[in-house]
Structure formats: C-alpha cells, structure tokens
C-alpha cells in the first residue's frame, strides 16, 4: 500500500502516542502541523495507547500542554478498554485494581464498583504508585482464585535513562508468587480492545488504519483486527527489525509527518 492510497481509504487514525507522535514528550518533528492537517483532511484522530496510568482527561491535559490535541480528537486507553469489558462480562461485579488513584476513581465514575476487602475480580493496570502492600494484598486475592485481568501485555514502558518496567514485568511477577497468568489481557493487540473501540466509531474496519512504533502490539492489533497496520519508525522499531517480523505492516513510513506532504 501506498501513503496515499492510505489517506485515501482512512477514516479513523488510531494513533499509537510514545514514540509516535511524541518522544519522551518532545512532539516528533513538525507532528502538530501534521495531525492538524489530517483533520482538516476530515479524519477523525483516536489516541490509542496501552499505557493504563494516566485517565483519558490526563491524557487530553498532556496532549494539550504539548500542543497536538485539536477539536474531535478522542483519547481511548487499555483501562478504558478493561472498564467496557468489566461492564460488559462482569456486570455489577466489585474490582481490585491496582491503578494510580486517580485511574481507579475513573473505573469508579465508569460504573466498577471498587472494594478492597473481597472483590469479584482483579485488575492489574499500570500503577506507577505501587506499593509492596498493594502486590501482596492483590497477590493473595489471585490465591483466593479471584478472576484476573490484566489491561495490557507491554513488559516495559520508554522510558529515560532506561526504560521501566510496565504491566507485562507485573505479570511475570504475578505468576511467579501465585501460580497464576491473567484470565484476559484488554490492551493492544487483543481484541478485547477493539470490542468497546468499535462501537464508539461507526465505521468500517477497512477504513480504519493504527499508526505506532512497535511491531508485536500496534501491527499485531492491526492485523489481528482487519486494520490497515501503519509502522513508523520513529520510535522503537528499526527497519532491519520490521524485515525480519512476523508481524507485517501495511506501510512503513519514518514518522508520521511522512504524511503531510500528501495531505
Ligand atoms: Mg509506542
């Protein structure tokens, strides 16, 4: 496929966020101009991460303290994609969570009802505030055989000076203490992530493209979901790397911006 025909089938960009639209929160090369001229070309712009440590309203503060938000655009994350699940598979149904405070209230506002003494069910988020009480008290409701979920698979998170460990290091530590590996992971590239998504886009999958840096989530969930896969390499994917992949984009480009000259 080529960048312009593209542009041409697209209607919806699910825009993976680190490492393609932005790096370490500097906006890779001229990528608020670019994202402006896509919408000005009538796409419509989602915002689609793993990352499961900020709300969807943090998300739009970051976006727009960096400039790249712009009217329309919706932000939709791991622990959107696991509270939809929950509501769907788990109706009514109490939950651990080990998210940031401010995650788990916005489970709360989405109608998960959280409890700390005998849940139904656990979620494994990204808490970037986790505490050794908090693993061993989550630790002994997964012995307790409680379902388990997991809102993403990513083992690490980029990071500097190194990058830090994120949700899928968890779950190793998890199965390690008790035995036990997530009964659903919701993120990037399950579909679990896609069944919430489509409802909220009205259109079809030939028309919707995931742009992002990393070959085994963003092209694995493109491909697995019917999407036009879009890698970019200005994040962690090197040409040599996305050659040897059995994970296969639709169309590689350097970055984003690649775009704007077409548009
Ligand atoms: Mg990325």
Redesign the pocket.
Known sequence: MTASELLEKTKVFLL?????LYVDDAPIGRMKETLAALRRAGKKLVYC?NNSSKTPEEYVRKLEKIGLWGDGDMVYTSAIAAAEYLKRHHAGKSAYILATDEVRADFAARGIPLDEENPDVCLLAYDTTLTFPKMKKFNEFLAAGKFYAATHPDAVC?ALPVSAPDVGSFIELFRVSSGRVPDVICGKPYSVMVEALGGLLGVGKEEIAMV???LH??IRFANLNGFCGVLVLS??TTAEAAASSADRPDLILQSLNDLASLL
């Open positions: 993976d966020m680190d490492g393609t991460t980029p992002g840096d990393r989530t963003d994040g962690e």
